[in-house]
């Protein structure tokens, strides 16, 4: 199954960070899952590493690219396709980083892991407690 991951789920997920749902750590280590992490989660860790708000223990390049092998995460870009979807998705979520995971969980017709309730506001399937439903 193919699965879009939320940029805090990749990072609990490396770090074995005791927030992390079992069911999330599950599908993230079940190898016959495909990884799928957007552009948009890359671009928001640089951001977070930039400002402060995140540090890492080796710098950023290292770090994903790391992270990128060793998950063998398969790298979402950022298509017009995407973009099109932010433009008409209702306001329930501010966020843009989240937005645009939301949009591309959309057009991809993948769900998305994450922690974050206001996912639930919009049609996309969010993996995150073990009552999930997974169809």
Known sequence: MKLLLDS???LWFVWDHPKLSTMARDLMANPRNELLFSMASLWEIAIKVSIGKLTLAEP?????NQV??????V???????????????PFQHRDPFDRLLIAQAMVE????ISRDAAFDAY???????TNTVIS
Not at 60 to 64: K, L, R, T
Not at 75 to 89: F, G
Not at 109 to 112: A, H, K, L
């Open 8 to 10: 805090h789920s990749l």
């Open 60 to 64: 950023y390049d290292v770090f994903m």
């Open 68 to 73: 990128i092998a060793r998950n063998h995460l």
């Open 75 to 89: 790298i979402l870009p950022i298509t017009v396709r995407h973009t099109t979807m932010v433009v008409s998705l």
């Open 109 to 112: 017709q993948v769900p998305i």
């Open 123 to 129: 049609p996309v399937t969010r993996l995150w407690e």
